[in-house]
């Protein structure tokens, strides 16, 4: 098995299976994978509401067999410290931050440090999406 550390961030409300594959590939890049996992309040200040609670994101990511760590994600500029603290070889973000990323502030100072990869977004789900067939199926059931 690669000794490489891989590292990823995410909010993971309602964890579908785009979120699966997307850990899942970042494993077989490495052997140990580390994941962040967005607090309440910073999604609240990027003005994405969850239906979970972080500490049930937290541990729903937590007792996936392939993942080997897991810590809250409180600021978007904790990413160099936390490549420092585990010793990351290989960064990782979806393809949806193939354009964003770049532009961010943190993102000379991480390039510096490992590699970074953007994997492809599972097309057809998100978690926005499962919000909306919900809530549209909520309403047939009232209408009916
Ligand atoms: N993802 C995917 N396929 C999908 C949906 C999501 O591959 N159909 C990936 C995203 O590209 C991301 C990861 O799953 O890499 C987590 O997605 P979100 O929970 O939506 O993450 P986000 O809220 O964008 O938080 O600092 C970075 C942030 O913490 C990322």
Excluded at 38 to 55: H, P, Q, R, V, Y
Aim: aromatic share 12%.
């Amino acid at each position: 098995m690669s000794s490489k550390r891989v590292i990823t961030y995410g909010t993971w409300d309602l964890f579908h299976y785009g979120h699966y594959f997307l850990l899942k590939r970042a494993k077989s890049l490495g052997g140990q994978l580390y994941v962040g996992v967005s607090t309440d309040a910073m999604c609240f200040s990027k003005g994405k509401a969850t239906i979970l609670d972080e500490n049930t994101r937290r541990q729903m990511i937590k007792e996936l067999r392939f993942v080997d760590e897991v810590f809250f994600e409180y600021d978007m500029n904790q990413k160099v410290d936390d490549i420092e603290k585990y010793g990351i070889d290989i960064f990782v973000l979806g393809d949806d931050y193939a354009e964003k990323f770049p532009q961010m502030k943190e993102y000379a100072a991480v390039k510096e440090k490992c590699d970074i990869i953007y994997l492809p977004r599972t097309p057809e789900i998100s978690s926005t999406d499962l919000k909306n067939r919900l809530a549209n199926q909520m309403n047939m059931k009232k209408i009916l």
